[in-house]
Each structure stands twice: as C-alpha cells, then as structure tokens.
C-alpha cells in the first residue's frame, strides 16, 4: 500500500488489490473447516507480524525489543490457537 501512494500508482495498487482477494479467498476456504473466532483471530495475527516483519525487512523499519516481543506473542497465540483445537 505504501508504494501506491494512496492507490494513485497503478501496479502496486493491482499488487495490494491482488493480495487482499487472495487473503480473503485464503480465509473463506480456512471458515470451511475452522470456527470464526478462531480463524480471524489466526489471520489477523499471522497478518499483523507478516506486515510488521515487511515493514522491517523491505520499508526499513527498525526494530526494538518491544516490536520483537509484540511479534513474538502474536506468532505465540497463533500456535496456542492451533494447539487448542480451531475446530
């Protein structure tokens, strides 16, 4: 989202367009087989440290221990959750 400049730039807006359908494609599929709750709580999660990990590695956001331990949690629930039983 960031390089297309509030959707003003054609081929990252398609890139960003692109992936929100195949995330939503991904998590329709996932509602299938896993409860809600459980299953938008994994996809928001997964998502949240796959776009702070991004901003980190591609946009040059840095990293400190709180940004680290906050993904680390996430990634942590996101296991506990499957651990549980996300039937």
Request: net charge positive; proline share 1%; no cysteine.
């Amino acid at each position: 989202m960031k390089y297309g400049d509030g959707f003003t730039k054609l081929w990252p807006s398609l890139v960003t367009a692109i992936g929100y359908v195949i995330a939503f494609v991904l998590l329709a599929q996932t509602l299938k087989t896993v409860a809600v709750g459980t299953a938008y709580a994994i996809w928001a999660g997964a998502g949240t440290a796959a776009v702070a990990a991004i901003g980190m590695v591609f946009l040059g956001e840095g990293m400190n221990t709180a940004k680290f331990a906050g993904i680390v949690m996430i990634i942590g629930g996101v296991v506990v959750l499957n651990l549980g039983g996300a039937h």
